[in-house]
């Protein structure tokens, strides 16, 4: 992975509009939390292979980034993204790692179930 660049992930939202996409979607901040801290809760959440389509997909921010699909219902988001990688699978794989490098967030798009 390597550090977001917008315009690079800006233009692989645009290529993926109006196309059916697996999501996923996870955030955590890990067992670590509880672990360094017991008054800190631990939180997170996944979904894995949601069938989506979106018709505008956007980045914004300065870093760390938030990225919104908008949907036929509505919106999904993450947000605190720092990396991005597209795969030899063409996949877009996003993720948000904290200032020690642990995953924080991962928001990854896919023509094919994960």
């Known amino acids: ?3 977001i660049t917008v315009e690079d992930v800006q233009k ?3 290529e993926l509009v109006n196309t059916e996409l697996y999501l996923h979607l996870e955030t955590t901040n890990g067992a670590y939390a509880a672990h360094n801290d017991a008054t800190k809760m631990n939180v997170g959440a996944y979904i894995r292979n949601a069938l989506i389509s979106f018709s505008l997909g956007k980045i914004t921010g300065a870093g760390p980034y938030r990225v919104g699909l908008k949907t036929s ?4 988001y993450a947000e605190g993204l720092t990396d991005y990688h597209i795969d030899e699978h063409d996949r877009l794989l996003l993720a948000g790692h904290d200032t ?5 967030v991962a928001f990854q798009l896919s023509k094919n179930p994960f």
Request: without cysteine; glycine residues 14%.
């Open 1 to 3: 992975m390597k550090t």
């Open 12 to 14: 692989k939202l645009n």
């Open 73 to 76: 219902l509505g919106w999904i």
């Open 100 to 104: 020690e490098g642990r995953l924080a």
